[in-house]
């Protein structure tokens, strides 16, 4: 007998993080959402040990299947999973993130109103008390706030909480694999989306919960991988539009730096204010590097 379609195949790039895959997966088997209405395709990066036993524990409460890949990238890992996943539509999350249970049925409620947009949802800091993954959850906060002033007409969705119709996904040829880390290719992946004339919904009851676990080091490094990932978006999108690379306005950069004076308080404010200096100086070193290598080609 033919198997039912599934209405979401939930694609999960991972690399090298067995126990983050673990708690993610059990937050997926804890989704109030019929089991046979979707799947789950976890897609290994090219671990040095594959996490067969992550995986093979949830076997008997999710339809989960694990796929292998050189080591490439979470955009390639991404394409892979969609390449194989059976859903109507696909949705879209990371290794270290945890869905809350009505994550797939509020994309069901979105859906059912607004079958063809990509839907993003929000997403929340799991580990407040580390002033870095708190910073990195204040950056995506004020980008929200910025390029979705308007709800019903969103610019950019972080990769790990969004969903899209899964033959649009196709047409459009999935995440550009020339983006070789997690930086920029969802936001290159949404640009390119609204080139072709579809649209962007917000909803921000969609919820997933980020643990990024994060030092100073991997701050930086991730922010300046940001930069590399902002240089090769503005390259895609200029080769699109054929306009010149345009940076955010001054009172962009002057609203970030004020904005973690909105969401806290005292020092943790001040902390976090200086970490957005730091990372604006991470992401321009790695954009402005970026466009050197590519000009001494």
Request: glycine share 6%; net charge positive.
């Amino acid at each position: 007998m033919r198997q039912e379609q599934p209405v979401f195949s939930i694609v999960i790039p991972t690399y090298e993080r067995p126990r983050q895959l673990a708690v993610c997966l059990q937050a997926l088997a804890r989704l109030d959402y019929h089991r046979d209405h979707f799947e789950v395709i976890v897609v290994d990066d090219g671990s040095t040990m594959l996490p067969n036993d992550a995986v093979a524990s949830f076997q008997d409460r999710l339809q989960v299947t694990l796929l292998v890949q050189p080591h490439s990238g979470p955009a390639r890992a991404r394409n892979t999973g969609a390449k194989q996943a059976r859903g109507k539509y696909l949705a879209f999350t990371d290794d270290d993130c945890m869905p809350t249970p009505d994550w797939l049925q509020s994309l069901t409620e979105r859906f059912a109103k607004t079958p063809d947009h990509m839907i993003g949802g929000r997403t929340i800091n799991a580990i407040p008390d580390n002033v870095y993954s708190t910073a990195c959850q204040v950056l995506v906060d004020y980008l929200y706030t910025y390029y979705q002033a308007n709800l019903n007409h969103g610019r950019f969705f972080t990769s790990n909480n969004l969903a899209l119709p899964a033959d649009r996904f196709r047409l459009m040829g999935g995440f550009d694999t020339t983006f070789p880390h997690a930086a920029g290719e969802d936001r290159e992946l949404c640009d390119r989306w609204l080139h072709r004339g579809y649209q962007l919904t917000y909803a921000p009851e969609i919820l997933i919960y980020h643990a990024p676990v994060l030092t100073l080091r991997n701050f930086w490094r991730q922010q300046f991988r940001y930069g590399r990932g902002a240089f090769r978006f503005h390259r895609a999108r200029v080769g699109r539009s054929q306009e010149s690379i345009r940076l955010e306005p001054l009172s962009f950069y002057q609203n970030l730096l004020r904005y973690p004076f909105s969401q806290v308080r005292g020092g943790r404010a001040l902390s976090l204010a200086v970490l957005m200096v730091v990372s604006q100086i991470a992401i321009a070193t790695g954009f402005f590097l970026e466009r050197l290598k590519r000009a001494n080609r």
